[in-house]
């Protein structure tokens, strides 16, 4: 399969990146010295970057140092700190860590709202009519369906359909021979990736607003370098061991391999990627820049090749530039905070109250210097968007539905409805995890993307 295009990775400009790394290095040891300014000179010379832009960089990477802005990037000292997990939903960084925070459990949040406006938010915000199925199929639904396929001679269709019934337990001995007969063993073979819109259009969870996490996209890379000054400040800064740094192109590592095939399937940048054996993770985004990919002992051994990939594909999901905030914070509350603080560089003048304005004007101050000129005007656009539409949207209900996209993801790759229950049987809110992904996998979108990636039974 060749590589597609990139479909919307998270990433940081590599000149910036690079000086971020230089200056932070500098501020590790104190005030900076001549020299270390001097260094800071021809480095910024040599990388192209003009005199404002470091200013600017420069002044982020000092406010996240020095400022209350860390409070907003995962300080353990902020009253709205929740637990050490992240949205992102991923195994716990050790096998002692609090499970991570079931949204089933949780209060609403407040819902960020202006005057109101359209009604019809998630039609409005995925650009049309979706044929998303009921959350939960009715039997006889399921049944009716079957025996359409059959009768058109949808085979994919007719065989997925029957892999739910048989997770349900509600096949007939009919289905369940014709989803046994039709199984393939091990992961999907793909003949080409997927596109920006075949993820947008097809992937995405109906409940995930475009426009939310465009937003979150916009910011991710600045809300990232914030995070890590803000580490570096506190000595809390992971380190990754260079010997456990692996090529995934000359790799022998079956979970490395794996990550690199996901990220080309999904038209994703395959992510630096080391591994830890002594470390009880499976697969875990490491927030340092750039964004990294570290495989601990739980998917090094004892996983097949189905179980691999969706696994692969849950975890490869949240480096996608929407979804990657939820890698850097705890709980919906801080979603909130710096959702305010885009709306606020994308609209200065919007009215909030007090409390939240001044919260929010704290983040906002501390990312907008690693903003790009482009990348502000596109937020003012998408605030511009977001507000024109009434100013709604509930951040419970979208990290709820990225973290059901990103299973959506690994379920597409594993290929098998069964392998991704099996793989998320025991985890915090599986029977409403497996739900979702049953009436995904008898949708049209999963058929639709089969067929795109050339695997759907014919």
């Known amino acids: 399969m060749a590589d597609g295009e990139d479909t919307g990775s998270v990433r940081l400009g590599p000149f910036e ?61 902020s009253p709205v700190h929740a637990d050490p997990g992240t949205l992102a939903d991923r195994w716990p960084s050790s096998s002692t860590a609090p499970p991570l925070p079931s949204f089933e459990d949780d209060d609403d949040p407040p819902t960020l709202a202006r005057p109101k406006g359209d009604k019809n938010e998630k039609s409005a915000a995925r650009g049309g009519k979706r044929r998303e199925l009921p959350r939960e199929l009715p039997f006889r639904e399921l049944h009716s369906r079957y025996e359409t396929a059959s009768r ?56 995930e607003d475009r426009t939310t996490g465009e937003v979150f996209g916009v910011i991710a890379s600045a809300a990232l370098v914030g995070r890590v000054s803000a580490m570096r400040r506190d000595g809390t800064l992971p380190k990754l061991a260079a010997d456990g740094y692996q090529n995934p192109l000359t790799s022998t590592i079956s979970a490395v391999r794996a990550i690199a095939w996901a990220a080309a399937t999904l038209g994703i940048r ?10 009880e993770v499976g697969f875990e985004i490491v927030a340092i820049v750039p964004p990294s990919t570290r495989i601990g002992a739980r998917v090094l051994s004892g996983l097949g090749s189905a179980q691999l990939a969706f696994h692969c594909g849950r975890h490869l999901a949240w480096y996608r530039e929407e979804h990657f905030i939820c890698t850097l914070v705890p709980s919906v509350a801080y979603l909130e905070t710096i ?45 511009a968007r977001f507000l024109a539409r009434g100013g709604r949207t509930n951040l419970k209900r979208w990290a709820r539905s990225a973290e059901w996209t990103a299973c959506r993801t690994g379920l597409l790759l594993c290929g098998e409805l069964a392998t991704a229950a099996d793989a998320l049987a025991n985890e915090p809110g599986a029977e409403t995890r497996i739900t979702q992904l049953e009436t995904f996998w008898a949708s049209e979108e999963a058929g639709d993307l089969r067929r795109k990636l050339g695997v759907a039974l014919e």
């Open 17 to 77: 990146r690079l000086y971020e790394s230089l200056f932070a290095e500098a501020l590790e040891g104190g005030e900076i010295s001549a020299e270390e300014r001097e260094r800071l000179n021809l480095a910024a010379k040599a990388l192209g970057l003009d005199a404002l832009r470091v200013a600017g960089l420069e002044a982020a990477l000092l406010d996240a140092w020095e400022s209350d802005a860390a409070e907003t990037l995962v300080d353990p000292r």
């Open 152 to 207: 058109e001679a949808a085979l994919d269709d007719q065989w997925r359909i029957a892999e739910v019934l048989v997770q349900r337990g509600a096949a007939t001995r009919e289905q369940r021979a014709f989803w046994e007969k039709h199984r393939r063993p091990g992961p999907i073979r793909p003949t080409r990736p997927l596109s920006a819109e075949d993820w947008t259009s097809l992937l995405m969870h109906p409940d």
């Open 270 to 279: 395959t992510p630096p990627t080391f591994v830890d054996p002594g470390l």
């Open 339 to 383: 959702f305010y603080a885009a709306l606020l560089l994308g609209a200065p003048t919007l009215s909030l109250p007090d409390d939240v304005r001044e919260r929010a004007r704290v983040f906002a101050q501390a990312i907008v210097p690693c903003l790009e000129p482009k990348q502000l005007e596109r937020l003012r656009r998408l605030v």
